[in-house]
């Protein structure tokens, strides 16, 4: 049936157009033409050119003898029969499904449609297929590959397929675009030691060898220290370039990481083979000479110190290296070309043997007159070194000949002996008048110092005293005398000025004269003297001394103990620590010599006299006056 506001085909008795949804108006049976509209068989046309006409209910295919009607005798009409075709089984003279749609349309009827729907229809449609086709690019493997192949914003999985599917066609420089920007992407992906080899075949194959290594650095400093193959591949890669020290340093990284043997062999065949010492380290008892070796005769550099890098900062070894006493490191390294070995570390500790402390032949104690005294030594005999049985070498008859070599310091003043100290020539010596304590040491060939002898004597004779603070000039006291009285004394100076002297606190003084100077220093009383010089023989010092006077004049008027001079040719005329008192004789030089008398006020200030010689003979006097006290408080 047709409907008569759209003009579509609609279903026969429904009371709404679904197509335009009005409500359709009852109908009569039509004939003719309005039947055909509707769809119906045209009963006056039956009944004009017969049934056997083509209809809506007859249609031509049904006139073929196949499905001819059979006609029974008698019979005017005729009776559906079903035939057998094959086909499901219908009544015959039924009309086709679908026909309905195939009538045709009276000329300049025009069709009903309804464009809003039919649009709305078609958006719909689209926003499926969009969902659908987002969905897919968005949410597949397939979609988002396909997204990297046009160059848009792919996930790193995409990355990698589409990089890897680049280097294979050799788009060398894209495919690493993509493997570089997949990496970004996704760094801590689970295969992402994969995904860096990945990465480093396509910088190789682009001829990025520095990035490759780069990326195999990577893997074995974060990724996967102790797996060989990385290790394998960068060593590839520098054996390639030639770099054998950064080879060698790898190959010991790689042995350190991954424990395989393979690394340490390969190291050693590269690498020159470590030096070695003649002698084994540990404790030795006397000086050595040592020398370095190589089994390849490289070169070797040394440095005998735990600072410095080898071997730049070596020493190239020409010659034996001598070790004295003491604790020693020697470190080398055998150089071939570019290549170093590894280096040696090798500790001595020398110990030299000391010699046995002399002794002496008078007992300590108290005697009536002067007595004489040797001082003797104890012979040191190396048993190792002393066997008949072997020949001993030059190196060892001179060690011998050093142990034996002992020299013996000696003081009689109670100080302990130095190198500087007269030298016991082994002739006997008187011991001076009054207490004396005599102090020994040996010495050997290496420099060894023994053990201190000591002995305490004391002969019971007169000797003279120490210069003290009742020994003063004749026309003044030092440390009293006040400046006004000086001055009417000695007259006024030549020049009065203040000064600044380190040897005094406080503001001083110095006055200058024609015969020497005056210093004082100021007090509640006003400015003392405390220091005084002069070579005017009228001037008249301490014991009566004066200018002009003998060497021996005056050390004759102080205690002397008759001590030998030194080995710069000072003397020492005697050291008393507990009285805090002390003389010495200074040698200048050729013609020029000193002597010193010290000692200590009560308030800690140390007062000084001093005569100047030339020739032996006095020419200049002087006493002072110090801050400076060796023994303290």
Not at 69 to 77: D, F, L, T, V
Not at 138 to 144: E, P, S
Not at 232 to 243: A, D, I, P, T
Request: proline letters at 5%; one cysteine or more.
């Amino acid at each position: 049936m047709i409907c008569d506001h759209c003009g579509n085909f609609i279903p026969e008795g429904s009371p709404v157009c679904p197509q335009c949804g009005l409500a359709l108006l009852p109908r009569t049976r039509e004939t003719g033409v309005a039947a055909r509209r509707q769809g119906r068989p045209d009963r006056q046309r039956e009944n004009r050119l017969g049934s056997d006409m083509p209809t809506v209910d007859n249609p031509p295919h049904m006139q073929n003898e196949a499905y001819a009607r059979p006609r029974r005798a008698g019979s005017e009409g005729m009776r559906p029969v079903t035939v057998n075709t094959g086909m499901q089984p219908r009544q015959i003279g039924s009309r086709p499904a679908g026909r309905e749609r195939q009538i045709k349309r009276r000329p300049g009827h025009r069709l009903m449609i309804n464009w809003a729907l039919l649009w709305t229809v078609l958006a719909a449609v689209l926003i499926v297929a969009a969902v659908g086709v987002f969905a897919f690019l968005r949410f597949t493997d397939a979609g988002q590959l396909m997204m990297a192949r046009m160059g848009r914003d792919a996930n790193a999985s995409a990355m990698w397929v589409y990089g890897q599917e680049l280097l294979d066609q050799g788009y060398l420089d894209r495919s690493v675009a993509a493997f570089e920007k997949a990496y970004a992407l996704e760094p801590d992906r689970e295969d992402i030691y994969d995904r860096l080899f990945q990465l480093a075949d396509a910088y190789e194959a682009a001829g990025r060898l520095n990035d490759a290594e780069g990326v195999y650095v990577k893997i074995y400093t974060d990724i996967a220290p102790e797996d060989s193959e990385v290790y394998r591949q960068v060593m590839r890669l520098m054996e390639g370039q030639g770099r054998q020290m950064e080879l060698a340093a790898l190959l010991k990284l790689a042995y350190e990481k991954t424990g395989d043997s393979y690394f340490r062999r390969e190291r050693d065949k590269l690498l020159p083979s470590v030096p070695t010492a003649s002698k084994e380290a540990g404790p030795i008892k006397y000086e050595q000479d040592i020398q370095l070796l190589s089994a390849e005769d490289y070169d070797i550099y040394y440095i005998q110190s735990d600072e410095g890098s080898l071997p730049e900062d070596g020493e190239l070894y020409t010659e034996p290296i001598h070790l004295g006493e003491g604790t020693h490191i020697i470190r080398a390294v055998a150089v071939s070309s570019d290549l170093v070995s590894d280096e040696m570390r090798i500790q001595y500790s020398i110990s030299l043997p000391r010699p046995a402390a002399p002794y002496a032949s008078l007992a300590p104690g108290v005697y009536e007159k002067r007595q004489r005294i040797w001082l003797k030594l104890v012979k040191i005999e190396d048993q190792e070194l002393l066997e008949q049985k072997r020949l001993r070498t030059d190196q060892e008859e001179e060690i011998l000949k050093k142990l034996n070599d002992i020299t013996i310091y000696y003081t009689l003043d109670s100080q302990t002996p130095t190198s500087n100290s007269p030298i016991y020539t082994g002739d006997p010596f008187l011991l001076p008048l009054g207490p004396s304590t005599v102090k020994a040491v040996a010495v050997n060939g290496f420099g060894k110092v023994s053990n201190v002898m000591e002995r305490t004597y004391d002969i019971k004779k007169p000797f003279k005293l120490y210069f003290s603070d009742s020994d003063n000039f004749s026309d003044f006291v030092i440390m009293v005398t006040e400046k006004d009285a000086f001055i009417r004394k000695f007259g006024s100076p030549v020049s009065e000025r203040d000064i600044e002297d380190a040897d005094m606190d406080g503001t001083c003084q110095i006055l200058s004269y024609p015969w020497g100077e005056a210093r004082f220093f100021m007090t509640d009383k006003g400015y003392v003297i405390y220091a005084f010089e002069t070579n005017s023989p009228s001037v008249v010092g301490p014991e009566k001394t004066k200018i002009g006077m003998s060497e021996t004049d005056v050390t004759a008027l102080f205690r002397d103990m008759g001590m030998e001079h030194n080995q710069d040719g000072s003397r020492s005329l005697y050291y008393d620590r507990q009285n805090r008192k002390y003389a010495m004789m200074y040698h200048l030089s050729e013609h020029n010599d000193r002597i010193d008398y010290s000692y200590v006020r009560q308030d800690s200030l140390v007062v000084t006299l001093s005569y100047f010689l030339q020739d032996h003979r006095v020419v200049r006097m002087s006493i002072h006056t110090s801050l400076n006290n060796q023994w303290g408080t």
